[in-house]
């Protein structure tokens, strides 16, 4: 199949849970995808084999030694152009023959490259949250000027631009996040204090990294999410509703101002959104099996405990405050998660620590990303600092 053909797809975080989802929806697809760029933090082994499977020809490594090492062990070979940092990685972001691309870093860092494929005039897909949570009103801003098309891959936003293709705005009553409920949804709460990092990391739907599967354990996702749809969608925070479904079928609601609700569902598993974005707007068979209506399967709903999952609650807060909160909330929670992970902090210190933060920090009003950025490095002081 000639290049021209295929679209040109870079891929930020290619080694990480959503980039190797992605590597299956280009490895069923090679007549109409092709990897134009892809990068890592610092696993370059793993970023090296993608190069020479995919014959990709520009990579990143955003970590320093790690390209040190990766130069020295000449792992990449001669058809891959290997960068190194956070620069480069913008760079990639606007790489000049790339048609989309997908932003699947995880953290704040994938803010900057999805300003610069912003700017480059890129589709984009966009699996990280965390860049629309913290510099959500600058991205929109951006994308609605370059008249860019930002694609939601996460899961519940691409169910809901699924589900509102076609209508208008005023049409819609208001949006319905489902939520799995994570490995606790039924846990007694006096057993919260004794949850380790090992528990909390094994979600029981997804397979994802263990910074997410922590914030599905606590909500805190959702919380991020609920943000995510309102700059994506542009609904306020009494528009938006969670409900818990288990199983993760259904994918997310829209209910319209006559009573209808429209549901996209799939199985639990990233490659149906990632590809929906890839191939956007054309459609094509999936990677993996889809529902089986000849086998008996059950779907169930219910309202999040507000006592379980205090996360789902600051995260509302943060986003009636506005300003700078939800960049606050954020970084706040990456702080929380990452201590928690390491043994520092006990699980029921993170909803104690974005709350603190929420509590100290003045965040009423962010002119410009220099701002934002200053407050998210005061967030995540305030937050290694944090004591019970
Ligand atoms: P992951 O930890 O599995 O992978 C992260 C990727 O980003 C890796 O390739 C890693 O090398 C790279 N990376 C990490 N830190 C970096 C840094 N500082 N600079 C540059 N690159 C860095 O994460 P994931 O689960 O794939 O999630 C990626 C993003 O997608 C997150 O924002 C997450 O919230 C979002 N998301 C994930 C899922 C899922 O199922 N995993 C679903 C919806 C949304
Ligand atoms: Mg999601």
């Not at 190797?20 to 696993?43: I, K, W, Y």
């Not at 793993?46 to 062990?73: G, M, N, R, S, W």
Request: aromatic share 6%.
């Amino acid at each position: 199949m000639p290049d021209s053909t295929r679209k040109k797809i870079v891929l930020l975080g290619a080694t990480g849970s959503i980039g190797s989802n992605t590597l299956r929806v280009l490895r069923e697809h090679p007549d109409r995808l092709t990897l134009a760029g892809v990068s890592a933090r610092s696993n370059y082994r793993a970023l090296a084999e993608i190069c020479t499977e995919f014959k990709v020809p520009h990579a990143v490594l955003t970590d320093p030694q790690a390209y040190q090492k990766a130069q020295a062990e000449k792992v990449f070979d001669g058809n891959t152009q290997l960068a190194c940092g956070a620069e480069a990685l913008s760079g990639l972001a606007g790489l000049p023959e790339a048609d989309t691309v997908l932003i699947a870093v995880v953290g704040a860092c994938g803010l900057q490259p999805t300003l610069a494929a912003i700017e480059a005039g890129k589709d984009i897909a966009l699996a990280n949250k965390e860049a629309l949570v913290l510099g959500g009103a600058f991205v929109i801003e951006r994308a609605r000027a370059k008249g860019v098309r930002i694609l939601p891959t996460d899961s519940e936003h691409n169910a809901i631009f699924q589900c509102l293709e076609g209508h208008s705005p005023a049409q819609v009553e208001r949006i319905i996040l489902t939520a799995s409920g994570g490995p606790f949804r039924e846990t007694p709460l006096t057993d919260f204090a004794k949850v380790r990092p090992a528990d909390a990391v094994r979600h029981p739907n997804w397979s994802m990294g263990h910074k997410i599967s922590v914030d599905s354990s606590t909500m805190a996702n959702k919380g991020l999410e609920l943000i995510e749809a309102h700059w994506l969608f542009g609904l306020p925070p009494e528009q938006l509703q969670v409900v818990i479904h288990p199983q993760s079928i259904a994918h997310s609601f829209v209910q319209f101002i006559d009573g209808s609700i429209l549901a996209q569902m799939s199985p639990p598993s990233m490659t149906f959104p990632i590809q929906h974005c890839l191939l956007y707007p054309e459609r094509a068979p999936s990677v993996e099996p889809t529902l089986n209506f000849q086998e008996a399967f059950q779907l169930e709903f219910s309202p999040p405990d507000p006592q379980r999952f205090p996360c789902l609650e600051l995260a509302y807060q943060a986003l009636r405050n506005g300003g700078g909160a939800p960049a606050v909330f954020n970084a706040a929670n990456e702080i929380a998660v990452e201590r928690f992970l390491k043994d520092e902090l006990p699980y029921l210190a993170i909803p104690k620590l974005i709350d603190a933060a929420l509590e100290q920090l003045a965040t009423t009003a962010v002119p410009n990303i220099d701002a934002l950025l200053a407050l998210d490095s005061e967030a995540r002081v305030l937050g290694r600092e944090f004591k019970l």
